[in-house]
């Protein structure tokens, strides 16, 4: 190596040293919020959730809970807490119905070679009783729901929808993601903006419209070839 190597060496080692003692101090920071409602017959659980992917499924008992994953990636404690500031988080019981509204100021703040690295991800958790009827919207995940006996809606415009064994008519909706359906016994309406859809044994009548992927349909009772469901439908 010559002196002049060595020289631009030495002008980039104060970066290298940076950077290696920030990529060390960086670590995933997490913490769970769980709240727990109890109930006594069927009811609605409405979800409005920002930046949150959603997994639903449902057992033999009364409670219904809700857990909250907050993971940042790359940071510390300090950075943690400052972005928990931007966070809001409220819960609601009335009778049997229960609401949860989350929300997150996500403009990303910070930077490093590895790109922002300060900002919140979001997990959410629900377990509930089986008879429940459920009103999901998220601005960034994908949504899972299996095992209903009960009506479902879900909205999402940042990720792809699964349903699996609901006794109910469905409503989901997608701006980015697929849709996968199997095994619903109701009315079921399925639209996405930007990829494909397939619906597996559907009792019930079915609409499927994506503006950018195919349609696989298999086992279905009756499909609604019209450009839009009957009022009734989804009233």
Request: hydrophobic letters at 35%; a neutral charge; aromatic letters at 6%.
């Amino acid at each position: 190596m010559n002196i002049k190597n060595l020289a631009n060496l030495g002008l980039w080692a104060p970066f290298l040293l940076s950077l290696v003692a920030s990529t060390q101090l960086s670590a995933k920071v997490e913490d769970t919020v769980k709240e727990t409602f109890t109930t006594s017959g069927s009811g609605l659980l409405t979800l409005e959730l920002q930046s949150a992917g959603v997994d639903i499924d449902t057992y033999d008992g009364s409670e219904v809970s809700i857990e909250i994953t907050r993971t940042l990636k790359r940071g510390d404690q300090d950075d943690f807490d400052k972005e928990l500031k931007k966070f809001d988080l409220t819960f609601e019981q009335s009778g049997n119905d229960i609401r949860c509204v989350m929300t997150y100021d996500n403009k990303r703040s910070g930077w490093s070679l590895f790109g922002s690295r300060k900002r919140l991800n979001f997990k959410t958790v629900v377990r509930l009783p089986k008879s429940f009827d459920v009103h999901t919207k998220t601005s960034g995940g994908g949504i899972n729901l299996s095992n209903l006996e009960g009506d479902a809606e879900l909205r999402t415009s940042g990720g792809g929808i699964t349903m699996e064994s609901v006794d109910g008519n469905v409503l989901a909706r997608t701006s980015g993601g697929g849709i996968r359906a199997n095994n619903l016994n109701g009315d079921v309406e399925l639209r996405t903006s930007g990829r494909s859809i397939k619906a597996e044994t559907i009792a019930g009548k079915l609409l499927g419209r994506t503006s950018g992927g195919n349609i696989t349909i298999n086992d279905v009772f009756m499909e609604m070839q019209t450009s839009r469901p009957p009022a009734a439908l989804f009233a």
